[in-house]
């Protein structure tokens, strides 16, 4: 099993370009998550799919969009990117939903945007 | 204001030593906190989850304390390795949709 597997491991934009962040898990999990890491921040939530078919917004959503493609796929889109979305992009699955359950993460995509 | 807050922010010890992280949180209503290993350049890697009626729960090395009353919550980990060096990140979910995540310890693991 490969787990959380995330493409590309690193990407370096220019302001107002676009790019898909593509996570995909092979562990059967129906909740999917995508998360920001910032220096000096903790994680933060942009967005989570529950189950396949649905995605709902988290604590920073503003710029992205997201598509639960499968019950495995999981991608996140930067329409028109910009310096601030300058991060590291961790994907995240868990069997169980928000409720509980582990969640297994991704090994992370550093983008960085000029 | 739901806040998740650990210290130290860094911490250096010897290998073979015991040492101990603190998370102290305000969130509420409260569901689980967790603690996560995190390796430089990788992903979070679970310790352990713990619900509200659990005060004590081990992963090998590692054994997590949580005071519900306190909103207080320890990682203690028995006889360091080098292995250990990483950020330890502890989260507490509320029972809504909400996740908080503290900014980590670093530990650093010396010989």
């Known amino acids: 099993n490969a787990g959380v597997t995330q493409t590309p491991k690193f990407q370096v934009l220019k302001t107002g370009q676009s790019m898909t962040l593509q996570c995909a898990q092979d562990m059967n999990h129906n909740s999917m998550y995508w998360y920001r890491q910032d220096p000096g921040m903790g994680l933060r939530l942009i967005y989570y799919s529950a189950s396949e078919g649905t995605t709902d917004k988290g604590e920073v959503p503003n710029g992205y969009n997201v598509s639960r493609l499968n019950k495995r796929e999981f991608s996140l889109r930067l329409e028109s990117a910009a310096p601030s979305q300058t991060s590291v992009y961790f994907c995240?699955?868990?069997?169980?939903?928000?409720?509980?359950?582990?969640?297994?993460f991704g090994p992370g995509t550093r983008l960085t945007v000029t | 204001k739901n806040q998740v807050e650990q210290s130290p922010q860094s911490l250096i010890i010897l290998e073979g030593k015991n040492c101990t992280l603190q998370c102290n949180y305000t969130v509420s209503p409260f569901s689980n906190l967790r603690w996560y290993k995190q390796d430089t350049g990788r992903g979070p890697v679970s310790l352990t989850i713990?619900?509200?009626?659990?005060n004590t729960k081990s992963n090998g090395r590692y054994t997590a304390t949580l005071d519900a009353d306190t909103k207080q919550s320890s990682l203690h980990i028995t006889a360091s390795q080098l292995s250990d060096s990483a950020s330890y990140i502890c989260?507490?979910?509320?029972?809504?949709?909400?996740?908080?995540f503290g900014t980590g310890t670093s530990l650093t693991v010396i010989p």
């Open positions: 995240a699955s868990s069997e169980g939903g928000l409720a509980g359950g582990v969640q297994y």
């Open positions: 989260v507490v979910k509320d029972t809504g949709n909400q996740f908080y």
């Open positions: 713990m619900t509200f009626s659990e």
